[in-house]
């Protein structure tokens, strides 16, 4: 069977080498023209992937297959769609989930436990380190209560203010809450 004036196998095999290599680009620069495809409401990722699985399987079936071209032209599609929903389901939507569970706020660290790492200084910043969402962030910090704090001192984030957190010994919280 021919289309578009060629054969099958050739029209397979030019479109996995045009569809893989458009696709690769996009992987590689989709951040660079994220915004471009808000529009399509289908990822631009699934359906270059989609063409490209669908021209790769396309030319091995009609290639290494006893099969009608429009048998290798119904399984091609099948294959693809099926890759492609497993691709979507298993790799983009976990990747977004965590691509969105790593961002914080400032609010978010209030009431958080941390671990001096610069010393505090009565009137001066230090540092603090922290982990959230499974990532370990360093922040500036500042005593709360104006008193020295040091090195290896766990505390606890009381305030943020222009992303310098504003801390007390959590020690010293704990005696209070408990008296």
Known sequence: MTMFGMEMVSLYL???????????????LSDVVDGIFDVI???????LSFFTVFSAS???????????????????????????TLLH????VPIRSAESSLGYSDEDLKGKLAK????VPQDGF??????????????SA???????????TEVLIINVQQGVVFV???EKVLESYNQ
Not at 14 to 28: E, K, M, N, R
Not at 41 to 47: E, G, H, K, S, T
Not at 116 to 119: N, R
């Open 116 to 119: 001096v790492i610069i010393s």
């Open 41 to 47: 409401p289908v990822d631009p990722a699934l359906i």
């Open 168 to 170: 007390t010994p959590y």
């Open 89 to 92: 389901f298993f790799v983009f």
């Open 126 to 139: 230090g540092e603090v380190v922290l982990s959230i969402g499974g990532s370990t962030v360093s922040k």
């Open 142 to 152: 500042q005593s709360f209560d104006n008193e020295p704090i040091p090195y290896d």
């Open 14 to 28: 030019w479109g996995l080498i045009i569809f893989g290599s458009v696709t690769l680009i996009y992987i590689l």
């Open 58 to 84: 396309g030319y091995l079936l009609e290639k290494f297959s006893p099969f009608s071209d429009w048998l290798v032209l119904g399984a091609a599609s099948l294959i693809a769609i099926g890759l492609v």
